[in-house]
């Protein structure tokens, strides 16, 4: 394929220069033509490519190689992180050892006991504190319980001589300003994704540039999505032009998506006041479809979801992880074949995760799952040891209760444990009769009375599948936890996509379904608008043909009634399938 007139411009251009592009631009291939460009036009050219994660770092390299051959020694393609390491490795971790991942959150609740913070502090919420500070070159330290935290954390660190993954690229910035660091030997800069940019990778990129590297930003201010995680997002790409003086360019070809699509994500995306104006262009000859259906509840939503995920390739966006639980269970209950990327499986935690531990204790008649469901009802460790796996299960219900004698604090759980080793026996006979199905449902019914009220549907559904599945009790464990790994159906078809919204960039499919478009959701309250206009325009563009906006009109057992996201309306999505006017 020709490069369009604004591609050539990127590829050819020779100095500072700022790259709208906006999404199905082809930058990915822009990127390794202009590569093969500069690597073909000057032997002494050299280049540094940086993106935001291993695998897009691979697929880059391999794209340049194939443009350009093997350049030896003249490219670096990696990560900031990963290229930053290479460059202060020598210098500053000649006497330090480089933190590991799993360190950090045992470092911070150590920081957190040194300074006696107040019950109200959570260790996740001084996690992020720390690595917003870390996102700065010279952050303010604020005099609060958040402050003295990153104080301790850092006098922990220097203490024992460590330093985290989050210095490695201020470590370098602050070597290259001082002159103990040297900049990479690169006389062009390529960064992907250069929306995402915080402000220290940001002074990492300037350092470079103030040192001779010509650089070209490839990002779209439209798909910033990542200001939870500090990201400069349109300040930083413009500070980049100002500084520079760089030549900016506008990729606005999209290659990926439909008229209809392209259509109605430019509406939601225009009422953005601070971005780069784009007259996006659609390349594709179909008029393609977007529709608005409406579902009674959040339940009915899931099962219209999975009935169009039976046919083609889809994937599901949802704002949170935990909404896609329900389509899960949709698409279990049909058995059609899904991948779940990014975030947990509903089996892997809270009440589906606690009921699977259960009939996996019963399945082999032992305690090895009990306990998880005893913790999970409140019960304390201390009384929870008295179990041990190999134990049968009605000897460690038994062992339980006697722990706990008449103790009142513990009436709920006593309770539970009194049924349930009331009915354990029943099941088991049941289980030898090949009555998998009555213990599936006996048993969600037994814990239904001990879940918190919005959370009972899901064990219901869960408990619905388990029991509609055959095979027995083993297989169809086996079976749900192996369920949300298969790529492909029997066909050979691409199974159907769960993942978050967030989680979508960078993806396409033929169609998609974004569940949940309701106020409160999409948008989330938490997060700012322009930013969650943003995310809603990524999930719509990532669909080449079809693009399907689900909302509920009901929630909640009081069946609520939930508003629109105000996003449909900016976006011109009325109900049914909706034509671009002629």
Request: proline share 3%; aromatic share 6%; with cysteine.
């Amino acid at each position: 394929m020709r490069l369009t007139d604004a591609q050539r411009r990127v590829v050819e251009a020779s100095g500072h220069a700022l790259v709208s592009a906006c999404p199905g631009a082809g930058k990915t291939r822009v990127l390794s033509c202009k590569a093969a460009h500069i690597l073909d036009s000057d032997p002494e050219h050299r280049i540094c490519a940086v993106t935001f994660t291993r695998d897009a770092a691979a697929e880059l390299k391999d794209r340049i190689v194939a443009q350009a051959g093997n350049p030896k020694g003249r490219l670096i393609v990696g990560t900031f992180h990963s290229i930053a390491l290479a460059q202060v490795k020598r210098v500053h971790l000649r006497r330090k050892r480089l933190l590991n991942p799993g360190e950090f959150k045992v470092l911070v609740l150590r920081a957190m006991s040194a300074c006696n913070v107040g019950p109200d502090i959570q260790v996740e919420d001084a996690m992020e504190a720390i690595e917003e500070y870390k996102s700065a070159v010279n952050p303010t330290i604020r005099h609060d319980e958040y402050g003295d935290v990153f104080r301790a954390y850092q006098s922990i660190l220097d203490r024992e001589g460590l330093v985290d993954f989050a210095d490695i690229i201020l470590l370098a910035v602050m070597g290259m300003e001082g002159g103990t660091v040297a900049p990479l030997r690169a006389t062009h800069l390529l960064i992907d994704e250069a929306q995402d940019m915080d402000e220290v990778q940001y002074a990492w990129v300037r350092c470079h540039g103030n040192a001779g590297a010509k650089i070209t930003l490839v990002g779209d201010d439209d798909q910033s999505i990542y200001g939870w995680r500090h990201a400069m997002g349109y300040e930083g790409l413009m500070r980049f032009k100002s500084h520079f003086g760089a030549e900016q360019i506008v990729l606005a070809h999209n290659f990926r998506s439909d008229k209809d699509i392209i259509h109605h994500s430019a509406l939601l995306i225009s009422h953005n006041r601070e971005r780069v104006p784009k007259d996006f262009i659609c390349t594709s000859d179909r008029q393609g479809l977007v529709e608005l259906k409406s579902h009674a509840t959040e339940a009915e939503q899931a099962s219209a979801v999975a009935d169009l995920a039976a046919d083609g390739e889809w994937a599901v966006l949802s704002r949170t992880n935990r909404k896609l639980d329900l389509v899960e269970l949709a698409l279990l209950a049909r058995g059609i074949p899904y991948l779940r990327l990014g975030g947990s499986s509903l089996w892997d935690r809270d009440v589906a995760s606690v009921y699977l531990a259960f009939l996996s204790s019963l399945a082999d008649d032992n305690a090895s799952g009990l306990g998880a469901l005893l913790h999970w009802i409140g019960l304390p460790e201390r009384l929870i040891r008295h179990i041990q796996a190999d134990m049968p299960m009605g000897d460690a219900l038994d062992a339980v209760r006697n722990a706990i004698g008449k103790d009142r604090a513990f009436r709920q759980a006593a309770r539970l444990t009194g049924q349930l080793r009331q009915m354990v026996s029943q099941w088991r006979d049941l289980l030898e009769h090949g009555r998998a199905s009555l213990v599936c449902s006996g048993v969600a019914l037994t814990l239904e009375s001990f879940v918190p009220r919005e959370r009972r549907q899901l064990l219901e559904r869960a408990a619905s599948v388990m029991s509609s599945l055959n095979g027995s009790l083993k297989q169809r464990m086996a079976f749900v936890r192996q369920a949300g790994k298969k790529r492909k159906n029997q066909d050979g078809q691409p199974a159907c996509t769960l993942l978050t919204m967030h989680a979508s960039k960078g993806l396409e499919f033929d169609n998609v379904s974004v569940i949940g478009c309701v106020e409160g959701v999409i948008l989330h309250l938490d997060s700012p608008l322009d930013e969650e206009r943003r995310l809603m325009y990524v999930a719509m563009t990532r669909a080449r043909h079809r693009l399907v906006l689900h909302r509920y009109l009901y929630e909640g057992d009081e069946q609520v009634n939930v508003p629109p996201s105000r996003f449909l309306d900016e976006a011109g999505v009325r109900p049914g399938l909706h034509r671009r006017p002629e």
